[in-house]
């Protein structure tokens, strides 16, 4: 394993854009044309579901997904063949919290080799690094990793880097090509398309999530004590934040991250019903920051900081340090992307209090989607032997709920890191310090997600029923996967203005009034650009 070494931390703050591959991109230079306008267009991977256990309530076609309340009692095996050759295969990947234990200190990662039947390597890279730790690895000639993952931080030259330098999967992937590798296969329509194709082609294996995008989390104990209800509306929601603070508490907790935005800020431009990243009417697109509900959402945040609900150290904290103060009770809510209801999340709070999800609080509320990603591998360029194998490395790690495979990547190794009852899986001490958090294997493959939260029903019930609550409502981003060459030669620069004003307003340092001249910038700057090239691209790829 290697840890990549300390590096200032960047502070840029992003807005949910047009999609990962858009957003992770960055152009000019004219080094290569990444759009699909007037490109033959790749299939996407047909569409094969696994049948998988019966749930204990659906899902359903807004993104409800299938709720199990105990562990399935008879697993299956979704692989057969051997995956590996027993050859070391490299992987740069990012994680969010310590690094794991050397391979041969971690039974986890040893027996992960051994099912795999390759050497492992990880490249571990903390979060606050990875956008300079790809920069650099983009800009060098060194060899590359054998899989890359990108997550959706604005990179420069991301695309033609990808289209350059790693290899096209269309002819493994394309159509019926992708049921060599079933669990790929299983990956849901909206993931490779959220994950977008670069010059018509198919460079990538996406990381999917649920449709969910940036959620409230909140202390439902505390809120239940105080009599807060479930829904609320904007009054009522600003008045709950003001009664959760008082000495050392706070009722609303924020953090600066490369990938969220300040404060959660698509959760509440989505309560006000303000369009998710970009709205599409008659072909044309329009940036949701030009939207009065947009400005609301402003308004709500700048009147939690003028009455100290906020975390006080709101425009330095990391997202580990948020959730630590989240996690012991300090902060009583937070936003989060809806990936982080987990078991690890669930374990940090422990016996502390209820884990529960905020609804929206406007008349009127979109609910943003997220991407259907969390972002994607790709494969250094090699030969068909070679990119067969990585796939059938990530087709491994890709296995859905219910399979011997993603026991193994989720729980560990029955007897050592978890054991199971008739109630489920009970996670055991070594599972604290061996997980797909501290090993983040997650990030190379990862099954479509079910909601099955071990030792925890109500959690997950509860947020079924804020999933069917929402999501009917809730709208999806018109730019995910689609190319604008100004978004991707200029995304980090027009993401940079937008959290600097968003910031400024929050904080009082500019009045709400100044938000216009923030617009005026960020069109200046290449936003109206943007807007006319994701037009183009979306009437090419109909």
């Known amino acids: 394993m290697t840890v990549s070494s300390p590096i200032k931390r960047r502070t840029l703050l992003t807005l949910a854009g047009a999609g990962l591959l858009s957003g992770c991109g960055g152009g000019g230079g004219g080094r290569g044309d990444v759009s699909n306008a007037g490109k033959d267009l790749a299939p996407w991977p047909t569409h094969v579901p696994f049948p998988g256990p019966a749930p204990d309530a659906p899902g359903d076609d807004t993104g409800v997904q299938p709720l199990y309340l105990t562990y399935p009692q008879k697993l299956t095996r979704s692989v057969t063949d051997t995956v590996g050759d027993g050859s070391k295969v490299t992987a740069m990947v990012v994680t969010f919290g310590a690094p794991p234990r050397p391979v041969e200190a971690n039974q986890l990662w040893q027996a992960v080799n051994k099912a795999l039947n390759v050497d492992l390597d990880l490249i571990v890279v903390p979060d606050p690094e990875y956008g300079q730790k790809m920069t650099t690895l983009m800009a060098g000639t060194d060899d590359l990793p054998d899989i890359i993952m990108f997550t959706n931080l604005a990179l420069p030259n991301a695309l033609e880097f990808v289209q350059a330098r790693c290899a096209d999967l269309s002819a493994h992937l394309s159509g019926d090509a992708v049921k060599d590798y079933p669990n790929l296969a299983n990956i849901p329509p909206y993931a490779w398309q959220g994950m977008g194709r670069v010059g018509g082609r198919i460079h990538g294996v996406p990381?999917?999530?649920?449709?969910?995008a940036n959620?409230?989390?909140?202390?439902?104990?505390?809120?239940?004590?105080?009599?807060?209800?479930l829904d609320w509306n904007r009054e009522q929601y600003i008045d709950a934040m003001k009664q959760l603070t008082g000495p050392r508490k706070w009722g609303v907790g924020w953090f600066k991250t490369l990938f969220t935005g300040l404060g959660g800020i698509t959760y509440h431009a989505g309560s006000l019903g303000a369009p998710n990243g970009w709205a599409e009417t008659g072909g044309a697109f329009t940036s949701t920051i030009t939207t009065p509900q947009f400005t609301e959402?402003?308004?709500?945040?700048?009147?939690l900081v003028a009455a100290r609900t906020h975390f006080p150290d709101s425009l330095?904290?990391?997202s580990t340090d948020l959730k630590a103060h989240f996690h012991n009770g300090a902060v009583a809510s937070m936003n989060d992307g809806f990936g982080a209801l987990n078991l690890q999340t669930l374990t940090s709070i422990g016996n502390r209090f209820e884990l529960g999800l905020g609804r929206p609080y406007g008349a009127e509320p979109t609910p943003w989607q997220g991407p259907g990603l969390f972002g994607f591998v790709a494969f250094k360029k090699a030969d068909d032997a070679r990119i067969k194998l990585l796939l059938r490395v990530v087709n491994h790690l890709s296995a859905p709920f219910g399979t011997t495979e993603y026991e193994l990547a989720n729980y560990g190794v029955e007897g050592k890191h978890f054991t199971r009852d008739a109630d489920g899986v009970k996670t055991l001490p070594l599972y604290d310090t061996e997980n797909n958090s501290l090993l983040p294997i997650k990030y190379l493959g990862v099954a479509p997600s079910v909601l099955y939260l071990p030792g925890y029903p109500k959690q997950a019930q509860a947020a079924y029923d804020w999933q069917r609550a929402g999501l009917p409502k809730s709208v999806a981003n018109p730019a995910v996967g689609l190319r604008s060459a100004t978004e991707v030669a200029r995304g980090a620069q027009l993401n940079q203005i937008i959290g600097d004003g968003i910031a400024a307003v929050v904080f009082g340092r500019r009045p709400l009034s100044s938000w216009p001249e923030v617009i005026t910038q960020w069109k200046k700057a290449g936003g109206d650009?943007?807007?006319?090239?994701?037009a183009k691209e979306k009437q090419a790829t109909r």
């Open 316 to 318: 330095t904290a990391s």
């Open 215 to 229: 959620s409230l989390f909140v202390n439902r104990t505390v809120m239940d004590r105080a009599g807060i209800a």
């Open 207 to 212: 990381l999917e999530r649920p449709k969910p």
């Open 529 to 534: 650009r943007a807007a006319e090239e994701l």
């Open 297 to 303: 959402a402003l308004d709500v945040m700048s009147r």
